[in-house]
């Protein structure tokens, strides 16, 4: 499902920790956002949101959270941080979006600035 629009419900459902900025791209299983993180003082993040079509799938949920954590462990240069995920409170049970996390935004640079 790609998103053109910020779905309302998505909004809604995320409203609490983030407000999301703008869509930066979308597959067959989640959602990329440019979201502000409103309680650490609107710090930019790159939100991806899981379909929920998904969660009906244990195995996949699963992959997901260990992904989220073990990489939220890492430090280093080249990785990006997650600094958390969870599963949407106030989102509407039929809403497609509701499980997400949130990793450090990295502002896309061309090579020529890389190479600098």
Not at 45 to 69: M, T
Not at 89 to 105: E, F, H, L, V
Request: hydrophobic share 40%; charged share 20%; with cysteine.
């Amino acid at each position: 499902m790609a998103v053109t629009e910020i779905d309302p419900t998505l909004a809604a459902g995320l409203a609490r920790p983030f407000r999301i900025v703008r869509q930066l791209g979308a597959g067959g299983v989640d959602a990329v956002f440019l979201a502000e993180q409103i309680a650490a003082g609107n710090r930019p993040v790159a939100l991806k949101v899981l379909l929920r079509k998904l969660l009906d799938d244990p195995d996949f949920l699963q992959r997901f959270r260990n992904e989220a954590a073990s990489t939220g462990r890492i430090r280093h240069p080249n990785v990006v941080t997650i600094y958390e995920s969870a599963k949407a409170t106030t989102a509407s049970p039929t809403s497609p979006w509701n499980t997400w996390k949130a990793s450090r935004w990295v502002k896309p640079s061309s090579g020529a600035e890389r190479c600098q």
